[in-house]
């Protein structure tokens, strides 16, 4: 259903600039050479950033924080399979599927590890990355309190996401 | 942000020195560069696309009058933003129904157009910032990618996420608006 949306909602445009008499084929061009430069700006900055996340994946850095933080989680009646996924999610969109994947398959996408787990990650955002990108690519060095910001608002929409989740799982 | 950056990374080498030894840990680091290469490249027709639609919807006046339906809220978190506001809704609307390729270079050109107007370049504005934070706690409708995935790994419901992460991005998007324009104030 919603498959449909986009590309009647793009005939439409077309239908509009076409009645509008935009050079359709220019237009695209141009933004396409604007894209091409757009993704030039944002390489290094994502080089920076997955340079580390790789790193820290690789170095078991994040098993290690995982073990630190696990009797805290249990303080907080926070389910300690959750935890990776929480610490990764404002890292890496990526790698926080992949540790979904991993706890589906482990327990089953049903189970209330499963049904958090899908619910945290599509309730938070990848805050890392955008701040890295969006000001590395724009040449920003200062990003004043953007970033504990954003940090602290995933992380609400994180604990609202187990709050709503845990309330409506049956 | 830089010292959490430096901190992470200092962090990450000295368990890797341990586990995989001085060249495990340069040829990670190198591979950290090379995703980035293979992602670009992934994302590159994406770019492109997304942003000849762009162009496109600027050209033809539908910018405008899209930018119209988030506008209010735009004017409320950046009012300085100018001639930014545009591709700031665009990429707000695109994150809402989950096109996180269309999003990203949306805000990339938001971010462009107000560095053009910073009056201290280099240096982020309390509009850049109210984007990165209602970007972070934005509403999202079409939790997609999720249930794609609930989907490939048998659920029964894949679509039983959308209603709690609905209500929590809801409440985020509200903790967002909120805190961006607190923190403009101080």
């Given amino acids: 259903m919603s498959g449909y949306l986009i590309p009647i909602l793009l005939m439409a445009l077309l239908l509009w600039s076409l009645w509008r008499r935009i050079d359709v084929l220019d237009a695209f061009v141009q933004g396409a050479r604007e894209g091409l430069s757009l993704l030039l700006r944002v390489l290094p900055p994502m080089a920076a950033m997955l340079m580390m996340l790789t790193l820290l994946q690789e170095s078991g850095c994040m098993e290690y924080l995982v073990g630190l933080l696990s009797p805290l989680s249990q303080r907080l009646g926070l389910d300690s399979r959750l935890l990776p996924l929480l610490l990764l999610r404002p890292l890496s969109g990526s790698a926080a599927s992949a540790a979904a994947a991993n706890l589906y398959t482990a327990y089953g996408p049903d189970s209330r590890v499963g049904y958090l787990s899908g619910v945290l990650v599509s309730s938070m955002e990848t805050v890392f990355y955008t701040v890295t990108i969006y000001f590395g690519a724009a040449n920003i060095r200062k990003t004043r309190y953007a970033a504990p910001a954003a940090l ?18 049956t | 942000m830089n010292v959490l950056y430096a901190g992470l990374l200092l962090l990450g080498m000295s368990l890797s020195l341990i586990r995989l030894g001085g060249e495990g840990t340069l040829s990670t680091l190198l591979l950290g560069g090379q995703s980035a290469v293979d992602l670009c490249l992934k994302m590159a027709g994406g770019y492109l696309f997304w942003m000849g639609v762009l162009e496109l919807t600027r050209r033809s006046g539908a910018a405008r009058a899209l930018g119209r339906l988030l506008s209010p809220l735009v004017r409320l978190c950046c009012p300085t933003a100018g001639d930014a506001a545009e591709p700031i809704s665009l990429s707000l609307s695109a994150n809402m129904l989950g096109l996180s390729g269309a999003a990203t270079p949306f805000a990339l050109d938001a971010m462009a157009r107000l560095e053009r107007n910073n009056p201290h370049p280099g240096t982020a504005t309390h509009d850049m910032c109210a984007l990165l934070i209602l970007n972070a706690g934005c509403l999202k409708l079409l939790p997609t990618a999720q249930i794609a995935m609930r989907q490939a790994c048998g659920s029964l419901s894949p679509g039983a996420i959308l209603v709690p992460s609905l209500l929590a991005t809801g409440v985020s998007c509200l903790c967002a608006i909120a805190l961006a324009w607190a923190l403009r104030r101080s």
């Fill in chain 1, 152 to 169: 602290l608002v995933t992380l609400l929409a994180g604990a609202a996401g187990l709050f709503f989740g845990t309330l409506l799982y």
